[in-house]
């Protein structure tokens, strides 16, 4: 009985192995994070942070708390996308996403030149 017991348990979790892996596989996201920062890396709150979709030109934006942080989730891993911040008249510079860069988590801090 104590034999059928254990051999049940294992079986439990064998199936349970097998399907977070099945799960992690069909993860298709990943997330954008990173900070906005003015001159001598002051960051930049209120600034404004657009990702656009290359495939789509679909766009979402997030606004800069107060230590300039931003954060998108949900980021399809097969798409390319644009991102960059504009606070007041100035834009950073345009950074890539890339389809092919295999991470989950990618952190890109964008640089605005500002009189702040």
């Not at 097998?18 to 992690?24: M, N």
């Not at 890396?41 to 800069?64: C, G, H, N, W």
Request: hydrophobic share 40%; glycine share 4%.
């Amino acid at each position: 009985m104590r034999k059928l017991k254990c051999r049940s348990q294992l079986a439990v979790l064998f199936f349970l192995l097998v399907a977070s892996s099945a799960f992690a596989q069909k993860v298709k996201f990943k997330t954008l994070d990173g900070k906005v920062l003015g001159n001598g890396s002051v960051p930049l709150e209120s600034a404004i942070v657009y990702l656009q979709d290359s495939k789509s030109t679909d766009m979402r934006t997030f606004i800069a708390t107060a230590d300039g942080s931003y954060r998108f989730g949900q980021i399809s891993l097969d798409v390319d996308y644009q991102v960059w911040a504009k606070y007041k008249d100035a834009k950073s510079p345009t950074k890539t996403i890339s389809s092919f860069d295999s991470r989950k988590q990618v952190t890109i801090d964008l640089h605005i030149k500002t009189d702040k």
